[in-house]
Nanobody, 125 residues
Framework: QVQLVESGGGSVQAGGSLTLSCAAS????????WSWYRQAPGKEREFVSG???????TYSESVKGRFTISQDNAENTVSLQMSSLKPEDTATYYC???????????????????WGKGTLVTISS
């Protein structure tokens, strides 16, 4: 089954920028309703940003104005541009994709939710 793979994590100083990406592990006719979550040590996983069904974007209050989500349907990828990073942004970031049919070919896993394994982002003060 197709999997989601994140990339782009790393360590930067406060005020810096990083861009995370997530892609399907292999070719699929399915597309995804994308979103990003994060989980800091000792805390629960929380929503960061995502696309609504109409394609509009949503952000948590803690990242609004600093993070930008974007997607490429042709490449079947999603990115999260993060700027003005703060130590409290330190977390493992996960992409989430809810599979959907896009075009004439039916997605065999329509409605199935997939998670990536996460990529670690560390912000030092």
């Amino acid at each position: 089954q197709v999997q989601l793979v994140e990339s782009g994590g790393g360590s930067v100083q406060a005020g810096g920028s990083l861009t995370l990406s997530c892609a399907a592990s292999r070719f699929t006719y399915c597309r995804f309703n994308w979103s990003w979550y994060r989980q800091a040590p000792g805390k629960e996983r929380e929503f960061v940003s995502g696309f609504d069904r109409d394609g509009s974007t949503t952000y948590s209050e803690s990242v609004k104005g600093r993070f930008t989500i974007s997607q490429d349907n042709a490449e079947n990828t999603v990115s999260l541009q993060m700027s003005s990073l703060k130590p409290e942004d330190t977390a493992t970031y996960y992409c989430k994709g809810v599979a959907k049919t896009w075009g004439q070919v039916i997605c065999g896993i329509d409605g199935v939710t997939l998670w990536g394994k996460g990529t670690l982002v560390t912000i030092s003060s």
